[in-house]
């Protein structure tokens, strides 16, 4: 794909290129990138607003700091579009979040500018200032700045960064950048906060005359940091009432600033520089900027568009030639209120992602009983156990990987007390584009060493309908249902409710010659295997629906009558279901041939699923080279 770049970005290989350009001309700089970006994504899809938000911030950080010498760590990786473009990467970005291309977030491994690998939020503020320490420590000058925006700092782990940062006297600086959206509107008290700030007649009636200050300060050279104190301790009193919060982190408070003033931002990073210890620069931008139809629209629909002319801003969808099944979290949107409907003790919880697990529609037709805690993974697990002690009945749909991040909430504060939260995993699997942050690899087996959690994955919808179904009847305790990103695989899901018994699978197909034993979605891959061998192979297929706990009836009739079984599953193969199965048969003496599909013992890196399936070895292909290659090895009983 080539697309051509403007008249000055053409020329910016590497941030040393732009630092040799006049900061008149960083506006022209910052409109011919922000073209680019538009001009890739348009046709190749990716994250959007969050990128042209920063556009003007992203070249002035780059202009003014030393990178990579100076260290900028981007939290929320959607935002890094423009860091990419800038830092020798321009002409391979086209290849962004394509299997084998770029990453869609900051990646050490991609590049000495990416110093911190990101996708997951709310981690800039820690890693900048255990950076900071660590050349501190080794007298190295260089400068630290992290970049939280797009929702981040609502997660506790921002605030755990700023309480230890404030007492280092670190040579950090964090630029929040205030956009007032994660992927959804963000929520919660801080935003109201930031807002009070943002409209204080007090605050801002003071601001122009400290930027009039600051701006003098690089001029007294040894005494810059005696004038800062004094212009700090001149100004606090009166802006003590908005800037408290921050200014109880023993950070000095700068802004709020113009995120999009290219050439003033250069001014006031320049002058932060000459500054000594912890500062936090407040600026505010828009999601999706410079662009008419992101930056007017619905910014939620615009964080990622996927392909769209960039001319009408249409949003491209291909049409299907038949009716197409549903998307899984759409299933459990419309599923969760049909249930609420006739169980008042339901209640919706998620962690910003309203729109991505579709508890919108949920929040839309209940809103009193679905609740979006903002980036706070921990936050939202704990707030459903409190729920659940006084009889209600939380649905805490977290992403597969997020939910790596509120572990032992689930351990200690749920699962220890034996407490009925349902936890409703969304892209349990590989998840795609994201890449390996956004993969749902390991939940099947750290949810599995849990005691009293049920882990179960539905093969399709109508099988998470009763699922969810099935969670909320009686107290099941804590009850985990995973299902991937994507599609299903029914036209007609809305089928009537039924109960699932708790640790039963089901025999999909019958067989004498190899047992196929699935869990959830790729259950449906060896259902295509089957019938691409049925006339040379009689093949045995069981849905397990449990990975804990395990149907032991089930699991008795297959190692009764075969030696020769495959375990699959869209997740870790250490210690998942494949591994759950081997258990029971060492356990009650069995010996077969136990060959497990699923995830490898590595990262795998970004794609489309269907590439990834194959990468990983348990698409349809695999699975079908599997059983012939088992079946051919008739008197082997290894195991695999």
Request: net charge neutral; glycine share 10%; proline share 4%.
């Given at each position: 794909?080539?697309?051509?770049?403007g008249?000055?970005?053409?020329?910016?290989?590497?941030?040393?290129?732009?630092?040799?350009?006049?900061v008149?001309?960083?506006?022209?700089?910052s409109?011919?990138?922000?073209?680019?970006i538009?001009?890739?994504?348009?046709?190749?899809?990716?994250?959007?607003?969050?990128?042209?938000?920063?556009?003007?911030l992203t070249v002035?950080?780059?202009?003014?700091?030393?990178?990579?010498?100076?260290?900028?760590?981007?939290?929320?990786?959607?935002?890094?579009?423009?860091?990419?473009?800038?830092?020798?990467r321009?002409?391979?970005?086209?290849?962004?979040?394509?299997?084998?291309?770029?990453s869609?977030?900051?990646?050490?491994?991609?590049?000495?500018?990416?110093?911190?690998?990101?996708?997951?939020?709310?981690?800039s503020?820690?890693?900048?200032?255990?950076?900071?320490?660590?050349?501190?420590?080794?007298?190295?000058?260089r400068?630290?700045?992290?970049?939280?925006?797009?929702g981040?700092?609502?997660?506790?782990?921002?605030?755990?960064?700023?309480?230890?940062a404030?007492?280092?006297?670190?040579?950090?600086?964090?630029?929040?950048?205030?956009?007032?959206?994660?992927?959804?509107?963000?929520?919660?008290a801080l935003?109201?906060?930031?807002?009070?700030?943002?409209t204080s007649?007090?605050?801002?009636k003071?601001?122009?005359d400290?930027?009039?200050?600051?701006?003098?300060?690089?001029?007294?050279?040894?005494?810059?940091q005696?004038i800062?104190?004094?212009?700090?301790?001149?100004?606090?009193s009166?802006?003590?009432?908005?800037?408290?919060?921050?200014e109880?982190?023993?950070?000095?408070?700068?802004?709020?600033?113009?995120g999009?003033?290219?050439?003033?931002?250069?001014?006031?990073?320049?002058?932060?520089?000459?500054?000594?210890?912890?500062?936090?620069?407040?600026?505010?931008?828009?999601?999706?900027?410079?662009?008419?139809?992101?930056e007017?629209?619905?910014?939620t629909?615009?964080?990622?568009?996927?392909?769209?002319?960039?001319e009408?801003?249409?949003?491209?969808?291909?049409?299907?030639?038949?009716?197409?099944?549903?998307?899984?979290?759409?299933?459990?949107?419309?599923?969760?209120?049909?249930?609420?409907?006739?169980?008042p003790?339901?209640?919706?919880?998620?962690?910003?992602?309203?729109?991505?697990?579709?508890?919108?529609?949920?929040?839309?037709?209940?809103?009193?009983?679905?609740?979006?805690?903002?980036?706070?993974?921990q936050?939202?697990v704990?707030?459903?156990?409190?729920?659940?002690?006084?009889?209600?009945l939380?649905?805490?749909?977290?992403?597969s990987?997020?939910?790596?991040?509120?572990?032992?909430?689930?351990?200690?504060?749920?699962?220890?007390?034996?407490?009925?939260?349902?936890?409703c995993?969304?892209r349990?699997?590989?998840?795609?584009?994201?890449?390996?942050?956004?993969?749902?690899?390991?939940?099947?087996?750290?949810?599995?060493?849990?005691?009293?959690?049920?882990?179960?994955?539905?093969?399709n919808?109508?099988?998470?309908?009763?699922l969810m179904?099935t969670?909320?009847?009686?107290?099941?305790?804590p009850?985990?249902?995973?299902?991937?990103?994507?599609?299903?695989?029914?036209?007609?899901?809305?089928?009537?409710?039924?109960?699932?018994?708790?640790?039963?699978?089901?025999?999909?197909?019958?067989?004498?010659?190899i047992?196929?034993?699935?869990?959830g979605?790729?259950?449906?891959?060896?259902?295509?295997?089957?019938?691409?061998?049925?006339?040379?192979?009689?093949?045995?297929?069981y849905?397990?629906?449990?990975?804990?706990p395990?149907?032991?009836?089930?699991?008795?009739?297959?190692?009764?009558?075969?030696?020769?079984?495959?375990?699959i599953?869209?997740?870790?193969?250490?210690?998942?279901?494949?591994?759950?199965?081997?258990?029971?048969?060492?356990?009650?003496?069995?010996?077969?041939?136990v060959?497990?599909?699923?995830?490898p013992?590595?990262?795998?890196?970004?794609?489309?699923?269907?590439?990834?399936?194959?990468?990983?070895?348990?698409?349809?292909?695999?699975?079908?080279?599997?059983?012939?290659?088992?079946?051919?090895?008739?008197?082997?009983?290894?195991?695999?």
């Amino acid at each position: 794909m080539e697309v051509k770049a403007g008249e000055l970005l053409k020329n910016i290989y590497y941030p040393s290129d732009l630092r040799k350009l006049n900061v008149a001309d960083l506006p022209q700089v910052s409109k011919e990138l922000r073209d680019y970006i538009i001009d890739v994504v348009s046709v190749k899809g990716g994250h959007f607003g969050a990128s042209l938000g920063v556009v003007e911030l992203t070249v002035a950080l780059h202009y003014i700091f030393n990178t990579p010498t100076d260290q900028l760590v981007w939290d929320v990786g959607h935002q890094a579009y423009g860091h990419k473009i800038l830092t020798g990467r321009r002409e391979n970005f086209y290849t962004n979040r394509i299997y084998g291309g770029l990453s869609g977030f900051p990646k050490r491994s991609e590049s000495e500018y990416d110093t911190f690998g990101v996708g997951h939020s709310s981690t800039s503020i820690s890693a900048a200032l255990g950076m900071a320490v660590a050349n501190h420590h080794k007298n190295d000058k260089r400068q630290h700045v992290a970049i939280i925006g797009d929702g981040a700092m609502t997660a506790g782990m921002a605030f755990e960064g700023l309480n230890h940062a404030g007492v280092e006297h670190s040579n950090l600086l964090v630029v929040l950048n205030d956009n007032c959206m994660s992927i959804d509107p963000n929520v919660g008290a801080l935003k109201e906060y930031l807002t009070d700030i943002t409209t204080s007649h007090t605050y801002n009636k003071m601001r122009d005359d400290v930027w009039k200050l600051l701006g003098k300060i690089s001029k007294f050279g040894p005494n810059a940091q005696a004038i800062a104190s004094k212009l700090e301790n001149s100004v606090k009193s009166a802006l003590l009432k908005q800037s408290n919060l921050f200014e109880s982190f023993k950070f000095r408070y700068f802004g709020p600033v113009d995120g999009h003033d290219v050439e003033r931002l250069a001014k006031v990073l320049e002058d932060l520089k000459d500054i000594p210890g912890p500062k936090i620069l407040h600026i505010l931008t828009r999601k999706g900027k410079g662009y008419e139809f992101s930056e007017n629209g619905n910014q939620t629909v615009w964080h990622a568009p996927g392909i769209f002319n960039k001319e009408t801003g249409e949003i491209i969808k291909v049409t299907p030639a038949s009716p197409q099944s549903p998307k899984y979290q759409d299933v459990f949107g419309h599923t969760i209120v049909e249930l609420a409907e006739k169980n008042p003790k339901i209640m919706g919880i998620t962690p910003a992602m309203p729109s991505g697990c579709s508890l919108n529609i949920m929040m839309k037709a209940m809103p009193d009983r679905a609740f979006d805690v903002g980036i706070a993974e921990q936050h939202a697990v704990t707030f459903s156990a409190g729920l659940a002690t006084q009889g209600m009945l939380p649905f805490c749909n977290i992403y597969s990987s997020f939910m790596q991040r509120a572990y032992d909430q689930v351990v200690h504060d749920v699962a220890l007390q034996n407490l009925n939260v349902v936890f409703c995993l969304d892209r349990g699997g590989l998840a795609g584009a994201d890449g390996p942050t956004h993969h749902g690899a390991f939940d099947i087996a750290y949810f599995r060493c849990i005691p009293n959690m049920v882990v179960s994955a539905p093969m399709n919808e109508e099988e998470l309908r009763n699922l969810m179904y099935t969670a909320q009847l009686e107290n099941k305790g804590p009850f985990s249902i995973r299902y991937p990103r994507g599609n299903g695989v029914m036209i007609n899901w809305k089928l009537p409710f039924k109960e699932i018994t708790v640790g039963k699978g089901r025999k999909i197909k019958s067989g004498t010659d190899i047992a196929i034993l699935s869990l959830g979605h790729p259950g449906n891959f060896v259902v295509e295997a089957c019938e691409l061998l049925k006339e040379t192979h009689s093949i045995a297929h069981y849905d397990m629906r449990f990975a804990k706990p395990l149907d032991e009836v089930l699991l008795h009739e297959v190692f009764s009558k075969f030696d020769k079984v495959i375990t699959i599953e869209d997740g870790c193969i250490q210690g998942g279901m494949g591994s759950a199965v081997l258990e029971f048969m060492a356990d009650n003496g069995y010996s077969a041939r136990v060959k497990r599909l699923g995830i490898p013992d590595k990262f795998i890196e970004h794609g489309e699923q269907k590439e990834l399936w194959q990468e990983c070895g348990f698409d349809t292909n695999a699975i079908v080279e599997t059983v012939k290659e088992m079946v051919a090895k008739k008197n082997q009983s290894l195991v695999g």
